[in-house]
């Protein structure tokens, strides 16, 4: 993803490209980024169902509506930050992403971002569904 790319490779005004970069992430469309997140788990042979399932549980949002927000032109950022019941129990969600230590984020609709992320490596690694969703 340009955000991965754009921090790695920083090296002039490195807070002038990560702002780029984060605008560019929240305002992908949600589709875009949501197809890229289900081939990245079924490489590893995983299903887009469990992806559904991780960013319902993740999110709050049904199953049913990620699928209709398939087909509109919402932003990734937009999807995340008007998540209707946003799982409390995602400050569980530890480690490193792209090099970033999600605990350490501040910006809190970034570590969104980095926590479906999370997720999502953790699936495509093998993890049990049930130790996902913590």
Do not use: H
């Not at 032109?73 to 792209?98: K, M, Q, V, W």
């Amino acid at each position: 993803m340009t955000l991965t790319v754009c921090l790695l490779n920083c090296t002039n005004n490195r807070m002038r490209s990560i702002v780029m970069a984060r605008q560019t992430v929240f305002d992908m469309a949600f589709s875009k980024v949501y197809t890229a997140l289900i081939a990245k788990a079924e490489r590893k042979g995983r299903t887009g169902a469990e992806v559904d399932e991780i960013t319902s549980w993740l999110t709050g949002y049904p199953v049913e509506q990620i699928k209709e927000m398939m087909n509109s032109d919402i932003s990734y950022g937009a999807f995340l930050s008007d998540a209707p019941s946003y799982n409390p129990r995602a400050e569980l969600i530890t480690g490193r992403i792209c090099g970033i230590q999600i605990e350490s984020i501040e910006d809190p609709l970034m570590k969104r971002v980095r926590q479906l992320d999370k997720l999502i490596d953790e699936l495509a690694k093998g993890k049990a569904m049930e130790k996902i969703k913590r």
